[in-house]
């Protein structure tokens, strides 16, 4: 029997920044910050992909993926504005 699986995978991850106002961010940056209801600034970062699972033995290959993807995340955060 032959069996094949698309997965698609959604990395999120919300920085939180401890200011008091907008405007202690540079203007460049003003347009992606939120603030939400309790008034704090925050920025949203989503990382999107999409695997085709044929075999068995892709899974294994995947997590391994998954876990390459969650590195490189954290280093596209840490390096986004910079």
């Known amino acids: ?5 698309d997965v698609t995978m959604t ?3 919300r920085i ?8 202690d ?9 939120t603030k939400d209801h309790r008034g704090r600034f925050y920025e949203d970062f989503y990382r999107y ?6 075999k068995k033995k892709a899974k294994k290959n995947c997590f391994f993926f998954v ?14 504005h910079v």
């Open 25 to 33: 961010f540079p203007p460049s940056l003003r347009q992606d910050i």
């Open 67 to 80: 876990k390459v993807l969650f590195i490189k995340m954290n280093v596209m955060m840490i390096g986004y």
């Open 11 to 13: 990395l999120f991850s």
């Open 16 to 23: 939180f920044y401890d200011v008091k106002s907008i405007e």
């Open 1 to 5: 029997m032959l069996c094949q699986h």
């Open 49 to 54: 992909s999409f695997f085709l699972l044929k």
